[in-house]
């Protein structure tokens, strides 16, 4: 039987499951995106997501009309006749922040009962390196033995289909090398078709050389956390000289262009800011320090990233307070709710952190997000208002804050903002303003880390 003709179950209807079940239903698979809440499947089935990523509603739309995507609730029905299962569900943090794992135990220990001889159980989700091992043990019993790999996902919200269509890297770990051989066929499948998809998407990608990488289990497991901890490492980095420069007259910006031409550094992940936010940074480096405390070893280079990075919306709450004297009565707004652009994800958002620590301290505060209000409504401290248009948001205001790289901000025409708001002060927690350009409108320009 030719490789697209089998049947996958994509286990897990998030922003990695639901994605890479869009592609491989685009490739030719049928694919069952089997998931436990019937809000996600009730999306799917009417041919979109229940969150914003650019490309991927035509994607959903064509698949699940063509019938080769079917959203489902029950493993009964998917996981007999799967060859290949993504497990793809979520790994919430614990409030010691280890990862907590019950969700890919459930789905391995429910997929049990149904899974058969040929199928391949492929752990997308980010676990803590030795947790393969143990649902390997869990899958196999005297009757069969189940390959389980390890397939990392490096995706980024914003760019979900681009990275997944043009991988720079494919990480397969296990012990089963005909497994492995498999699955990396598929992905060259998915290569084969990636313009296709990627047109009906209306998304742009770049040719790529994609490297694959065959491990252990355990090698692929680190691999996934290593790489985030290493970007979380480069992002504190770059703040922690951040709040040197503002100290100096030297321009964080000026300083990493210059440094990441180095090319044994590089320049990506060194823009100092409001600090790294979303479902993925926060978790992955609390869940290494947590998983490698289990083996006996410090990584206390990983806890200064992480206390870096949790002192930045409060460093940044006293920059505007020590321009405005005091933020007491004042009137703030916040632009960006979003942990980046791109995404309605507002998941341990720094814009969020940022608006409560300023209502906290008796401003008034209202925000604004082109995608991610709703999701941020509800982390919000109830007295911030959500304004449904940035003049709304900025009107009367003494300082705004733009605490996400939208580009409905980027382009904003700052006279006509300067014009509604009653103060001058601008702060730029992305530094992606030009500060020329606002000191012509009449604003006060207060970077991180610049001038
Ligand atoms: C990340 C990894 O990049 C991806 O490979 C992995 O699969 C999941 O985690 P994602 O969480 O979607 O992806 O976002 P990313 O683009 O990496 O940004 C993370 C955070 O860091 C954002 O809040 C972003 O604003 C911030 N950031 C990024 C900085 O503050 N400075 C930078 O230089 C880069």
Redesign the pocket.
Known sequence: MPLSDTTITVIGTGYVGLTTAAILANVGFKVYALDISEARLAAIKSGRSFFFEEGLDPLIEKAVKYGSLIPTNSYEESIPESKFIFSCVGTPDNPDGSSNLDFVYQAAMTSKTYLNDASIYIQKSTVPVGTGRKIETLLSDESQNIAYLSNP??????TALKDLLSSDRVVIGGDNQDAKRILKELYQLVASKRNTIAELGGIPIDPVDTKYFETTLESAELIKVT??AF?ALK?SF?NSIAKLADRTDADIVDIMDAVGADRRIGRS???A?R???????PKDVSGLIASASDYGVDLPIMTAATDVNESMPGYIANKIQHELGTLKGKKIAVLGLA??AGTSDARKSPGVKLANIISHAAATVTVHDPQASEEAATDLRKEILLASSIDEAVKNCDAVCVATNWKDYAGLDFLQIKSIMSGNIWIDCMNMFSPIELQKAGLKYIGVGRH
């Open positions: 996902e490096f995706l980024r919200e914003g790489s985030n970007l992002i770059a992940f060194l823009d800011g600090g790294y936010g979303g479902g993925c940074f942990f980046k």
